[in-house]
């Protein structure tokens, strides 16, 4: 009898086990998505703000896909006359072949890429001349360059962004290794190269995207001096992370003790269990928020 109750317990377990690591699957593919919906909401509306004030030059005219754009050296804004800051949105990168309309911001690493996609410090500003470039999540957080592969040559990229409009055209696509950085090395030519990983749900290799720039680049402007690779690693595990983790961990548990318990002691289980759900809900989504912090970003 003891025997077969550690067996039906053994049980029990590995199906919660097996459930938990499919609710996280889940988050990862969806829940991440939801967050990174509302940070480009916010980005959206502080980018709004600051071509709205023209700060620090004014807005750049609409962009447009029919042919080259009306912005010429000589028309667009002065560019910025401080280095970007990391975090902060710096335009929008639309390609309407694959159905990207995402605000940008300055930065690669772990939070700027679950945030959009990030500028490459250390490279020119999309419009500007010689090679920016532009790193995107594939599989989770909103997978903004879900079907990058997709693209074809002569495909458009759209950037509005505080100092112009610009237009690109989709030259050649190549796979290469993450620790190859001369994919984002400065050019003699104008322009954009677009990276995620290769093949899906996994960050084993990069997808590179070039496009060349229609028309003159907008004057040169001030660029962070840090290069920083995208980081396809897990990002170190302070003892805050962990710390985070476990406490998310222990306030699952804590309300699936609860629910057991009470379940224990009443005829009719559903009433708990309807119950306690949100609870156990929103811790589970905490302790996967948690827990996704520390995986390899890039993916």
């Known amino acids: 009898m003891t ?12 199906l919660a086990l097996g459930a938990l690591v499919l609710l996280f699957l889940a988050y990862q593919l969806w ?12 980005l959206r509306h502080q980018m709004a703000g600051r071509l709205q004030a023209g700060h620090p030059a004014s807005a750049p005219e609409a962009p ?8 010429t050296a000589a028309a667009r804004p002065h560019p910025p006359t401080s280095p970007p800051s990391d975090g902060s949105p710096e335009g929008l990168v639309s390609i309407p072949a694959i159905g990207v309309d995402q605000v940008f911001v300055e930065g690669t690493g772990t939070g700027d890429l679950r945030r959009g996609p990030g500028h490459y410090p250390g490279t020119p500003l999309p419009g500007q001349p010689g090679n920016a470039a532009i790193a995107g999540h594939r599989t ?14 002569g495909d458009t990229i759209m950037i509005t962004a505080l100092w112009g409009s610009s ?17 984002i090395a400065p050019t003699p030519s104008n322009q954009l190269t677009l990276t995620t990983c290769t093949p899906r749900f996994s960050a084993s290799r990069r997808l590179i995207v070039q496009a060349s720039l229609v028309g003159s680049p907008a004057p040169a402007g001030l660029t962070s001096q840090r290069a920083q690779p995208a980081s396809s690693s897990s990002p170190s595990a302070s003892t ?41 809900l929103a811790t589970l989504a905490m302790f996967f928020a948690a827990a996704s912090a520390m995986l390899p970003d890039m993916v």
Request: charge should be positive.
């Open 31 to 42: 829940g991440t998505g939801i967050a990174e919906s509302r940070s480009q909401d916010a």
């Open 140 to 153: 989770t957080y909103g997978a903004p360059f879900d079907k990058l592969d997709k693209l074809r040559r």
């Open 240 to 280: 805050g992370a962990w710390l985070t983790l476990g406490t998310w961990a222990l306030a699952v548990a804590a309300v699936i003790g609860v629910a057991s318990l009470l379940a224990g002691r009443m005829r009719r289980r559903w009433p708990v269990y309807v119950l306690l759900a949100p609870a156990l």
């Open 167 to 183: 237009q690109y055209e989709v030259r050649n696509s190549f796979v290469v290794n993450p620790s190859d950085l001369s994919v």
């Open 3 to 14: 025997q077969r109750r550690v067996m039906a317990a053994a049980g029990r377990g590995l």
């Open 64 to 71: 447009t896909t029919a042919g080259a754009p009306s912005s």
